[in-house]
T-cell receptor, first 114, second 112 residues
Framework: NAGVIQTPRHKVTGKGQEATLWCEPISGHSAVFWYRQTIVQGLEFLTYFRNQAPIDDSGMPKERFSAQMPNQSHSTLKIQSTQPQDSAVYLC????????????FGPGTRLTVL | QQKVQQSPESLIVPEGGMASLNCTSSDRNVDYFWWYRQHSGKSPKMLMSIFSNGEKEEGRFTVHLNKASLHTSLHIRDSQPSDSALYLCAASNNNAGAKLTFGGGTRLTVRP
């Protein structure tokens, strides 16, 4: 079991560019979550999918962030027109199901916007 | 909006000592509390979870929960330098989905 896989591990973009982050959940897990972590804001929920369907995106900044899960083996988080305040570690997690199941976190993607 | 508060922000204990960390939620509908540990440069890994009143022990780690006060605590006995990390408390509410709401964390340092 390789755990949750995230690529790339590090990404540097210029202000205004687009960034796409990838996540491969643990095989057999039906719930996939995206969080981001900064020193100032801590660890914040962004969005999650259950059986590939978007369930809750209440943490997503509405205008520039979008997430998809086209199949059960990967999810993407896309940030358009990146801004310096988007710099953070973006963490993907998966769990067997939702509600009371442990969430396993991937290693994260460190996004730096110059 | 649900908030999770952790205290203290930082804690230093000697090797072999007891570390006690606290966490309180403002959401009366919380179903589960989770304790995650995050070593520097790594991702969070779950230590323990609790959903019913009382106490749960796993090795050197003990978690308490008081649902009436929405307060949970994590106690680490015989602390080791390898326990030095950021400890994150999270809460989830099944009616609001499975997302975790995290507190700001307690940074534990165990001095040899």
């Amino acid at each position: 079991n390789a755990g949750v896989i995230q690529t790339p591990r590090h990404k540097v973009t210029g202000k205004g560019q687009e960034a796409t982050l990838w996540c491969e959940p643990i095989s057999g897990h039906s719930a996939v979550f995206w969080y981001r972590q900064t020193i100032v804001q801590g660890l914040e929920f962004l969005t999650y999918f259950r059986n590939q369907a978007p369930i809750d995106d209440s943490g997503m900044p509405k205008e520039r962030f979008s997430a998809q899960m086209p199949n059960q083996s990967h999810s993407t988080l896309k940030i358009q027109s990146t801004q310096p305040q988007d710099s953070a570690v973006y963490l993907c997690a998966s769990s067997l199901d939702w509600g009371g199941y442990e969430q396993y976190f991937g290693p994260g993607t460190r996004l730096t916007v110059l | 909006q649900q908030k999770v508060q952790q205290s203290p922000e930082s804690l230093i204990v000697p090797e072999g000592g007891m570390a006690s960390l606290n966490c309180t939620s403002s959401d009366r509908n919380v179903d589960y509390f989770w304790w995650y540990r995050q070593h520097s440069g790594k991702s969070p890994k779950m230590l323990m979870s609790i959903f019913s009143n009382g106490e749960k022990e796993e090795g050197r780690f003990t978690v308490h929960l008081n649902k009436a006060s929405l307060h949970t605590s994590l106690h680490i006995r015989d602390s080791q330098p390898s326990d030095s990390a950021l400890y994150l408390c999270a809460a989830s509410n099944n009616n609001a989905g499975a997302k975790l709401t995290f507190g700001g964390g307690t940074r534990l340092t165990v001095r040899p």
